[in-house]
Structure formats: C-alpha cells, structure tokens
T-cell receptor, first 112, second 114 residues
Framework: GQNIDQPTEMTATEGAIVQINCTYQ??????LFWYQQHAGEAPTFLSY????GLEEKGRFSSFLSRSKGYSYLLLKELQMKDSASYLC?????????????FGTGTQLKVEL | ETGVTQSPTHLIKTRGQQVTLRCSSQSGHNTVSWYQQALGQGPQFIFQ???????GRGNFPPRFSGLQFPNYSSELNVNALELDDSALYLC?????????????FGQGTRLTVV
C-alpha cells in the first residue's frame, strides 16, 4: 500500500518563503506530483518529480529524494492568492494505470 | 482552464438511487481517471480508463462503474447510492497508459446524497 504524510496546516506571511514537506512510503514509485487546490475548485498541477533533485518553475520549486521518500514544495515571494490547499501525490504503476495516491493536503494561509 | 469539463456541476440524489457523472477529456488525451474527494481529504483514486478499457482500479466497491467512449470522454456510474458517497467527484485526463508528467483535472461534480 501507500502512505503519504504532510502537515495539515501552515501559516506564512506575504512576501516570505514557505516549505511544505511530504513523506511517502510506496512500492512501484513512478513520480511525485504537487497540486494546488483552492476551496471548492479542482486541483491545479504545479510540479512533477521523478528523479532526485530540484525542479524550479517560477515562484514554485519542488524537491525529491527517492532514497528518503521525501519531497518538499517551496513557495517564494508569497502572495495572498497562494492561500490554498497543497496536495502531494505519488504515482505508482503497479497493477497498471496511472493511479495517483494523494495526501490529505496542507492548508496554507498567507497573512499580511 | 484545463480543457477538461465535467457535468453536472452539482447534483442532489436520494439514498438508493443511481447517478451518472460525465467527463470530457482534454483534446489529445486518451486516458481518464476518476477520483472521489471527501471534505477535508485528498482525492481517492476510483479507476482509470485507457482507450475504452479499465486500466487500474482503486479500493471502491463494484457499484462504482465506468465507461470510456471512442472520443475518450467518460462516465462514472454509481448504483445504490449511500450517504457516504457525498463528495466531490473529479476526473483527470492525461496521455498514455502508464501516465504522463501532468494530469489535468476538471472542475468536479459535487454530489450530495440525502
């Protein structure tokens, strides 16, 4: 089976940097995804890591360490609109398909 | 806008009824996955369809079934609705049987079972 852990809530200040951690236990690892989800809306794709290291995309960066079962999402220059839930998801290819197993999400609140 | 559209947006059903939810995938995508998201939780994988065949299933009972059509649009059917089926149902489209680097979600269907 799969197990994904991420903090339930985080609070940060506008303009600051925040790091959201995710640890996972899985078999047949085939990539880790980060999604942003505003209340009542669909998840929006942010990043994808399949190899160890850092992927940077504008204000967002994601890091993966497969040996440690660990990832983080780094958000820079925080804006109020970044207040949302951030979902870590792991893909495995066992049993076929493109199954994503999601964590429960980290609710980020950006304050003035 | 992801190009993935779901209908209806909201739906209220009575316990024991049946429901059909629809999803049109993004142009060029041949894989559709369905997820159930309860309030305050992450999405849970229901199943995936690739080129009209089921290609992976999560831990959901057989009363959850689906179809994919030649144009790669998809339906999720739920029979004998239970109160716990109340959730946001999301479909995601991508390209390829083993997955792509991105999966795009539709806006979801909010199902309420009373």
């Amino acid at each position: 089976g799969q197990n994904i852990d991420q903090p339930t809530e985080m609070t940060a200040t506008e303009g600051a940097i925040v790091q959201i951690n995710c640890t996972y236990q899985t078999s047949g690892f085939n990539g880790l995804f980060w999604y942003q989800q505003h209340a009542g809306e669909a998840p929006t794709f942010l990043s994808y890591n399949v190899l160890d290291g850092l992927e940077e995309k504008g204000r967002f960066s994601s890091f993966l360490s497969r040996s440690k079962g660990y990832s983080y999402l780094l958000l820079k220059e925080l804006q109020m609109k970044d207040s949302a839930s951030y979902l870590c998801a792991v893909r495995d290819s066992i049993g076929g398909g493109n199954k994503l197993t999601f964590g429960t999400g980290t609710q980020l609140k950006v304050e003035l | 806008e992801t190009g993935v559209t779901q209908s209806p947006t909201h739906l209220i059903k009575t316990r024991g009824q049946q429901v059909t939810l629809r999803c049109s995938s993004q142009s060029g995508h041949n894989t559709v996955s369905w997820y159930q998201q309860a309030l305050g939780q992450g999405p849970q994988f229901i199943f995936q369809y690739y080129r009209e065949e089921e290609n992976g299933r999560g831990n959901f009972p057989p009363r959850f079934s689906g179809l994919q059509f030649p144009n790669y649009s998809s339906e999720l059917n739920v029979n004998a609705l239970e109160l716990d089926d109340s959730a946001l149902y999301l479909c995601a489209s991508s390209f390829g049987r083993l997955g792509a680097n991105e999966a795009f979600f539709g806006q979801g269907t909010r199902l309420t079972v009373v």
